[in-house]
């Protein structure tokens, strides 16, 4: 499958963005996905994933209830909507597909088959 992310941008602290994630190539619905993050200068962390029915999702601890992923099979789509943003969420995203009927979180990025090229998020104060 391939992975296609977008709807970074800029934008100020308080703010939101919806990222995207278009898929192409594979059978969506069979897969597993991911949003993950690497802010300048550090690692790659992750941020939120969603069962391949979309029943079932997962947030890291940072998120405090700001973002939510949703998926949206029909259309081979996985969304992040961002809100208010801070400025240390200042990152490339990247959404991330494994291929797996799994319900459980999986938070490791080398769990992950598939990868999308990254769209960058930038929050000013």
């Known amino acids: 499958v391939q992975l296609q992310a977008s709807g970074g941008g800029l934008v100020q602290a308080g703010g939101s963005l919806r990222l995207s994630c278009a898929a192409s190539?594979?059978?969506?619905?069979?897969?597993?996905m991911g949003w993950f993050r690497q802010p300048p200068g550090k690692e790659r962390e992750f941020v939120a994933s969603?069962?391949?029915?979309?029943?079932?999702?997962y947030y890291a601890d940072f998120v405090e209830g700001r973002f939510t992923i949703s998926r949206d099979n029909s259309e081979m789509a996985v969304y992040l909507q961002t809100d208010t943003l801070k400025p240390e969420d200042t990152a490339v995203y990247y959404c991330?597909?494994?291929?797996?009927?799994?319900?459980?979180?999986?938070?490791?990025?080398?769990?992950?088959?598939?990868w999308g090229q990254g769209t960058l998020v930038t929050v000013s104060s």
């Open positions: 969603i069962s391949w029915t979309g029943g079932n999702t």
């Open positions: 991330a597909a494994k291929r797996a009927y799994i319900t459980a979180a999986v938070t490791s990025a080398n769990r992950y088959e598939y």
């Open positions: 190539g594979g059978t969506f619905s069979s897969y597993y």
